[in-house]
């Protein structure tokens, strides 16, 4: 099953990773627990942020690309999932999330780790506590291209198990979990903009 000529007609206007993030911003967080296709995403105006990655990715690919994500792991939150694209050499990231603090990264990251400690400080739960703790390396989804992961009707949960699986590197020792401090009210309230309630990580209170 591929793009019909009208979905990929769509897709090229999403030029540039900006143009992507922008689309995803401007749809609707899906609170359901599910993983549909980038088709999906684009039929229902929708996506949570796996959906969100999964779908940039695939954007990403039609203006040349590589469809690549990184699974970013917390603790007492749900993970997060961003699509990855290098320019001159620097990483970049797109993303949907309930947060507005884990969106769009700009080509300005010369590593992967790198990329990734950018979202530590803003990567929280409603209780404001930082809950980062490991990151995957670039996963290539043309893995899946035998699967139709891009159109199918397919729940893509077996993506998530195909990530969850890699080895995930870990961003903070033990005893700077120990000194963390609280994220302040202002960046909670500012993260929290937006958000649909429905679709938050209800986290256990220490």
Request: with cysteine; proline share 4%.
């Amino acid at each position: 099953m591929e793009w019909s000529k009208e979905e990929v007609k769509f897709l090229k206007t999403l030029k540039s990773p900006d143009r992507i993030q922008a689309f995803l911003d401007e749809i609707a967080y899906n609170p359901n627990y599910e993983c549909r296709s980038p088709r999906w995403v684009l039929k229902k105006r929708s996506a949570h942020c796996f959906e969100g990655a999964l779908f940039a990715a695939a954007a990403l690919e039609v203006i040349g690309y590589q469809p690549l994500i990184v699974d970013m792991r917390a603790v007492n939150d749900d993970d997060h999932v961003i699509a990855i694209f290098r320019e001159n050499g620097h990483w970049g990231a797109v993303a949907k999330s309930n947060f507005t603090s884990l969106r769009y990264r700009e080509p300005v990251y010369r590593s992967i780790r790198e990329l990734v400690m950018s979202y530590f400080d803003f990567f929280f739960n409603v209780n404001g506590d930082k809950t980062l703790r490991s990151y995957s390396l670039p996963f290539n989804l043309t893995n899946f291209n035998t699967r139709n992961w891009q159109t199918t009707d397919e729940d893509l949960e077996y993506i998530g198990d195909k990530i969850e699986s890699l080895h995930h590197f870990p961003v903070v020792s033990d005893k700077m979990i120990r000194k963390l401090t609280k994220t302040s009210d202002a960046v909670l309230k500012a993260g929290l903009l937006g958000s649909d309630a429905r679709g938050l990580f209800k986290p256990a209170r220490k």
